[in-house]
């Protein structure tokens, strides 16, 4: 057994002890004692107790994020958080294969995946650590009469309140302490329900890498509770969410009692346009991957194909096959490729989608229905699926499923394909294959999506800039703009004369 598999069956952090929530440097019970399930999707087994917090816990938290960021956090030198940021990615480097297990064990991305985030997680980090002394204001020129100097200094927002969801946990975790960590902020953070465990095991790691109490806190509990205390808490500065629209647009209204920040990175239903002209053997694998990574849950996943005409009916097939070619299975198999949803609530909602299809008329080339053989009828298994004669006013085309599920869609030429890719609510991601450098500069700027990903799809980089158009949200994670998301500007006036 290798020490990957060692780790996924019997993992150090499941010592069958409840897992409890750290406030102020404390592990805590809940204030109401309660706890909730988390349960690994791949066999339906219970992995732990973890405490169910609430809008008591959320105060608590807040009232000790609030009093770090005024205590001695804030003397905090610019080298020092970047050596903290260091150190902390020193550790996650250090406890890699344990943090992927517990990804995988939690939420069911395949341990191959998980495993192979470590570049990306390690160099947001580090990324960040680099941020924390690159931060700066400027000396402004003024024209008015007699003699005055004016600069600007840029100051941290102050408590962060992150929520974030259940399909990356370690590097969700990571894109929000990361910036916070970095400008001198506080940070509450409240993880999805469905997969706590990797952030209270990263929130160890900033306590070991030197992180002072109540600078990290994290508050596990469901959104409906917990989250909502965060997003409407008047000691909150900002809200940084990622998550559905729907309760984006919730976390919009929660902010307005005390006008707090709020950065939004929330769903998509993102086009992937196919030329006849491109290279179609990378084609293939890199559509399917596009939506059938992480069994389709991610949100900027590649999920309306349009292919044009000609190789529409042999592209199609091609993808179908491709995603035939893929194992499904239980995703601590270092040989899985695709495993299963999150959770029960995430099945019904996908197979209830590969119903709508079919009555929507559409045609499953390859998947359309749940796995239910030998093991799998424990876990929450849908393959990969491709839909065939699809039209743009489908539900399949139009809502975001979060699930293995292309719906293929024929075009016939350049500007009727930017249209329809643009018809849709949303814009985050967006891909094209072509090797006509002039359809994709073309494409690159008539779409409106926060990425545009050409001959690739899902490209990531701590320092390229990530983030929606229309109702995928705004503000960017990634990049500079990221940090400045963290960040006040307070201009600064001297008489000098
Ligand atoms: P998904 O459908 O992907 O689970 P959600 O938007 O429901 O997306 O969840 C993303 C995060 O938002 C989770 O941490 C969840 O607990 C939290 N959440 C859900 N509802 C609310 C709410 N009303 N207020 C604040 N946070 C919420």
């Not at 952090?13 to 791949?42: C, H, Y």
């Not at 941290?156 to 259940?166: F, L």
């Not at 465990?197 to 929130?203: E, F, K, M, N, Q």
């Not at 030329?275 to 890199?286: E, K, Q, S, T």
Request: contains cysteine.
């Amino acid at each position: 057994m290798n020490e990957i598999t060692q780790f996924t069956t019997r993992h150090p952090f499941l010592d069958g002890k409840p897992k409890r929530m750290l406030v102020d440097g404390k592990w805590l019970e809940a204030a109401s004692g309660k706890t909730f399930q988390t349960i690994n999707p791949s066999t339906g087994e219970v992995l732990a107790e973890v405490a169910e917090g609430d809008a008591e816990d959320i105060d608590r938290a807040v009232a000790a994020a609030r009093r770090a960021f005024t205590g001695p956090w804030s003397k905090f030198k610019p080298f020092e958080r970047q050596n903290l940021l260091l150190k902390l990615a020193e550790l996650v480097e250090k406890h890699f294969e344990e943090l992927a297990a517990l990804d995988t064990l939690d939420m069911g991305a395949p341990i191959s995946r998980t495993v192979g985030n470590k570049l990306r997680a390690l160099g947001m980090l580090r990324y960040y650590a680099g941020q924390a002394v690159s931060i700066h204001g400027e000396t402004i020129e003024n024209s008015l009469p007699g003699e005055y100097a004016s600069f600007t200094l840029k100051e941290p927002v102050g408590v962060v309140g992150a929520i974030i969801p259940w399909n990356g946990p370690l590097t969700a975790t990571i894109w929000k302490i990361g910036p916070a960590l970095a400008t001198g902020c506080t940070v509450v953070l409240k993880p999805a329900e469905e997969a706590p465990l990797t952030p209270l095991r990263l929130a160890e790691l900033c306590q070991e890498a030197g992180v002072p109490p109540g600078v990290v806190n994290v508050v596990p509990g469901y959104g409906e509770t917990a989250g909502a205390a965060l997003a409407n808490h008047r000691d909150v500065d900002k809200v940084a969410f990622t998550g559905s629209h729907l309760t984006g647009q919730k976390i919009i209204q929660a902010s307005a009692g005390n006008l707090k920040r709020v950065s939004l990175e929330l769903g998509g239903k993102s086009p992937d346009v196919v030329f006849a002209d491109a290279d179609l053997d990378a084609a293939v694998p890199g559509a399917g991957m596009a939506v059938f990574a992480n069994s389709g849950q991610i949100c900027s996943a590649g999920t309306r194909l349009f292919v044009e005409r000609k190789i529409y009916q042999e592209f199609s097939q091609r993808v179908a096959d491709y995603g035939k070619s893929l194992k499904v299975g239980n995703s601590s198999d270092p040989a899985t490729q695709v495993g299963p949803l999150v959770s029960t609530e995430q099945l019904d909602r996908v197979t209830g989608y590969l119903a709508i299809g079919r009555q929507e008329g559409a045609r499953p080339l390859s998947g359309g229905e749940r796995l239910t053989e030998g093991d799998m009828a424990k876990g929450f298994f849908v393959p990969p699926t491709v839909f065939a004669d699809v039209k743009d006013e489908m539900r399949i085309a139009q809502e975001e499923i979060f699930g293995p599920v292309i719906s293929a869609i024929p075009f016939d030429d350049i500007e009727e394909v930017i249209a329809r890719a643009n018809a849709t609510q949303f814009g985050l991601g967006s891909g094209l294959w072509t090797r006509d450098v002039t359809k994709a500069h073309k494409l690159a700027r008539a779409i409106r999506a926060g990425s545009v990903w050409i001959n690739c799809y899902q490209a990531m980089d701590p320092a390229v800039p990530f983030g929606g158009y229309k109702m995928s949200g705004y503000g960017r994670e990634s990049g500079k703009q990221h940090v400045e998301e963290y960040l006040n500007v307070k201009s600064v006036w001297i008489r000098t004369a």
